[in-house]
């Protein structure tokens, strides 16, 4: 059975594309894997381009289809990264509370976002490896005040202990499904792939 054949039998209302970014070793894998099989590893192999999981949830009674993109936070793949970010519908960007350049990164991550996603697309703060209070070397109130100058959402999670991480994905695919201007402007983008390339598959590889 093809992709597409499989993509055709899946039962759900909507399937959103979501990407988590950010320095390498800030733990973005490891929220993923957490977030879509419950599992924790402590030890993961570094990303090597782009990768994704899917995880079905439901929102308003509807069923939504999540592809989560995992990203390499390497600079070499970074230009992979960047071609996926128009088509996605919304962004975790990841700091390691543990690494204090990491979070000077952000600024570098949001103006990405600006770059290269649509206009007005959704994103979430998040400062991972909360449970290492001892390592910390970013205080809450730094990702908090982050967060309220970019006048988006900001949570600490623990791919760990599990803390906040189911919340702020579920939350994210909330405010993007929440967003008809932002369904109105992937659909809009959706037709002009498909007059451009007039193939069915092309529009399924950006919706």
Same mark, same amino acid.
């Given at each position: 059975?093809? /992709? %597409? @054949? %499989?993509?055709?039998?899946?039962?759900?209302?909507?399937?959103?594309?979501?990407?988590?970014?950010? %320095? &390498?070793?800030?733990?973005?894998?490891?929220?993923?894997?957490?977030? &879509?099989?419950?599992? *924790?590893?402590?030890?993961?192999?570094?990303?090597?381009?782009?990768? +994704?999981?899917?995880?079905?949830?439901?929102?308003?009674?509807?069923?939504?289809?999540?592809?989560?993109?995992? &990203?390499?936070?390497? @600079?070499?793949?970074? /230009?992979?990264?960047?071609?996926? +970010?128009?088509?996605?519908?919304? *962004? !975790?960007?990841?700091?390691?509370?543990?690494?204090?350049?990491? *979070?000077?990164? !952000?600024?570098?991550?949001?103006?990405?976002?600006?770059?290269?996603?649509?206009?007005?697309?959704?994103?979430?703060?998040?400062?991972?490896?909360?449970?290492? @209070?001892?390592?910390?070397?970013?205080?809450?109130?730094?990702?908090?005040?982050?967060?309220? @100058?970019?006048?988006?959402? +900001?949570? %600490?999670?623990?791919?760990?202990?599990? !803390?906040?991480?189911?919340?702020?994905?579920?939350?994210?695919?909330?405010?993007?499904?929440?967003?008809?201007?932002?369904?109105?402007?992937? /659909?809009?983008?959706?037709?002009?792939?498909?007059?451009?390339?007039? &193939?069915?598959?092309?529009?399924?590889?950006?919706?």
């Amino acid at each position: 059975m093809t /992709n %597409e @054949e %499989e993509e055709v039998n899946e039962k759900y209302d909507q399937k959103i594309k979501v990407m988590i970014i950010g %320095e &390498t070793e800030v733990g973005k894998t490891a929220l993923i894997t957490k977030y &879509t099989r419950d599992m *924790f590893g402590g030890h993961y192999l570094t990303t090597i381009g782009i990768d +994704f999981q899917n995880k079905y949830i439901n929102i308003n009674g509807k069923t939504i289809k999540m592809e989560i993109w995992d &990203t390499a936070g390497q @600079e070499r793949f970074r /230009n992979i990264a960047k071609n996926y +970010f128009q088509t996605s519908d919304g *962004f !975790l960007l990841v700091y390691d509370t543990t690494n204090k350049k990491s *979070f000077e990164k !952000l600024n570098y991550w949001t103006e990405q976002i600006s770059l290269n996603a649509e206009e007005n697309t959704k994103y979430i703060v998040v400062g991972n490896k909360s449970d290492l @209070e001892g390592k910390r070397q970013v205080n809450k109130e730094d990702g908090e005040k982050f967060a309220k @100058e970019n006048k988006v959402q +900001f949570y %600490e999670t623990s791919a760990k202990t599990g !803390l906040n991480v189911n919340k702020v994905f579920e939350l994210l695919a909330k405010e993007i499904i929440d967003d008809e201007q932002g369904i109105k402007r992937k /659909n809009k983008r959706c037709s002009q792939v498909l007059r451009r390339k007039n &193939t069915p598959k092309e529009v399924k590889s950006c919706c």
